[in-house]
């Protein structure tokens, strides 16, 4: 989804939470490193981390439909209304 589809859609933004799943796997990849002597890099290269970014990406992309479902119900509900900036 580009990002000017997500404007006006409640929840973080698509750049946003991959920015997120980047720091949750760094530092997820620290305390492996830590204990097993490699480098962030090392451990974010490994087939464990590999897997999780990816299964990240699907769950993402799940992330992003429910935002716009939700914001889509509460447009239809009249609880938000279009024109009304969201932070």
């Known amino acids: ?3 000017d589809q997500t404007d006006g859609m409640l929840g973080m933004s698509e750049p946003e ?6 720091d949750l796997l760094h530092e997820e990849a620290a305390e492996a490193a830590e204990q097993s002597g490699k480098s962030v890099e090392e451990e974010l290269d490994t087939a ?3 897997a999780a970014a990816a ?3 699907y769950a993402i992309q799940l992330i992003m439909a429910n935002n716009a479902y939700i914001t889509r119900q509460l447009l239809d ?3 938000l209304s279009m024109g009304e900036p969201i932070e």
């Open 55 to 57: 299964a990240s990406t």
């Open 17 to 22: 939470l991959y920015g997120f799943l980047n």
């Open 48 to 50: 464990g981390f590999a």
């Open 77 to 79: 509900l009249g609880v």
């Open 1 to 3: 989804m580009e990002n």
